[in-house]
């Protein structure tokens, strides 16, 4: 069985046991699993159709348990002028959370 959710704007398909990254925010303390409430699609993989929502399927949730917090590889911003000896240098690096899927609610 696999989902497509959504999350701060992107889509994602997630299986079960699939570890990926999802955008930092605040979890309140003590708390170990995300739910995931804007379910797009749901199928399973021995074909049949998919249940496909209209934007979301109803009652339908994706729940994962929270591994860590990390962060993306640097992002390297060089900025330069010709002539004028005009020069700047940033990196940003964005916070992630690690999440592990635990399981697919249809």
Avoid: C
């Avoid at 348990?65 to 940033?90: A, D, F, M």
């Amino acid at each position: 069985m696999y989902a497509i959710i959504e999350d701060s704007g992107t889509q994602i398909m997630v299986r079960k046991d699939d570890v990926i990254e999802v955008d930092l925010r605040k979890i309140p303390e003590g708390t170990s699993t995300l739910t995931f409430s804007r379910v797009l699609a749901i199928s399973q993989e021995d074909g049949t159709a998919a249940t496909i929502g209209a934007p979301y399927v109803a009652k339908a949730s994706v729940t994962a348990e929270v591994i860590g917090l990390k962060r993306q590889p640097k992002t390297v911003l060089n900025k330069y002028s010709r002539r004028k000896g005009w020069r700047r240098h940033k990196g940003h690096r964005q916070g992630v959370i690690e999440v592990k899927i635990s399981d697919i609610v249809r």
